[in-house]
């Protein structure tokens, strides 16, 4: 079983669509949850990082942690064309050193006019 | 702010041959850096974790001798592929830790063909 699950897609919505991208992970020390944006050919761009369970807000990002059930969200808003790239989620935890990130797959979503 | 630049953004090279990429923190300092490859349609594997002045740490299974990584300043890791062959055919991004922070910032790849 992998440590971090993700639907790889492709997941394709219309415009103004409300999109919901999830992960499971097994690893109950994970505290570090993040989701990048990748375009293709690009390097992974930071979206949202969060700590604690909850909701974080940011424009049209809400980023959703719930600890108990290991699983965590990412809701876009009002989609748009430009939305349209890999979500990968990545989780840590919290070390002497490295901090690696544990990657989800990612899921493909393409937004379409 | 928390920008990372890769060098070069592609390159194809001949089997056996050695190709060296550069990974710069542009406008911070990141005394830790860490390597990825990415095979299509896969997510991000961690190669190694590179810090500075000191070895870096490599992942199980991969090859230090391989993958040489070098990370002499806090703005500057190379990751040099030696005796390349055609499974060695990537993307490579790199990615670098402001101070103790969890968050990472990703260059925008290299991408590796060799022929």
């Known amino acids: 079983q992998k440590e971090v699950e993700q639907d790889p897609g492709p997941l394709s919505v219309p415009e103004g669509a409300i999109v919901s991208l999830n992960c499971t992970y097994s690893?109950?020390?994970?505290?570090?949850f993040m989701w990048y944006r990748q375009y293709s050919r690009k390097g992974p761009e930071l979206l949202m990082y969060?700590?604690?369970?909850g909701n974080k807000e940011d424009g049209r990002f809400t980023a959703q942690v719930d600890k108990s059930s290991k699983y965590i969200s990412l809701f876009i808003r009002d989609s748009q064309p430009s939305d349209s790239a890999t979500y990968l989620c990545?989780?840590?935890?919290?070390?002497?050193?490295?901090?690696?990130?544990?990657f989800g797959t990612g899921t493909q979503l393409k937004v379409e006019l | 702010g928390a920008v990372v630049s890769q060098h070069p953004s592609w390159v194809i090279c001949k089997s056996g041959t050695s190709v060296k990429i550069e990974c710069r923190s542009l406008?911070?300092?990141?005394?830790?850096m860490f390597w990825y490859r990415q095979f299509p349609k896969q997510s991000l594997m961690l190669m190694a974790t590179?810090?500075?002045?000191?070895?870096?740490?490599?992942e199980q299974g991969v090859e230090k001798d391989k993958f040489l990584i070098n990370h002499a300043s806090l703005t500057l890791s190379t990751l040099t592929v030696t005796s390349a062959h055609p499974e060695d055919s990537s993307f490579y991004i790199c990615?670098?830790?402001?101070?103790?922070?969890?968050?990472?910032?990703f260059g925008p790849g290299t991408r590796l063909t060799v022929l």
């Open positions: 990615s670098a830790r402001v101070g103790s922070g969890n968050e990472q910032f």
């Open positions: 990545a989780m840590s935890v919290q070390t002497g050193g490295g901090n690696k990130l544990t």
């Open positions: 590179s810090n500075e002045g000191s070895k870096a740490t490599y």
């Open positions: 690893n109950s020390a994970f505290q570090y």
């Open positions: 969060t700590y604690s369970s």
């Open positions: 406008d911070f300092q990141a005394t830790t």
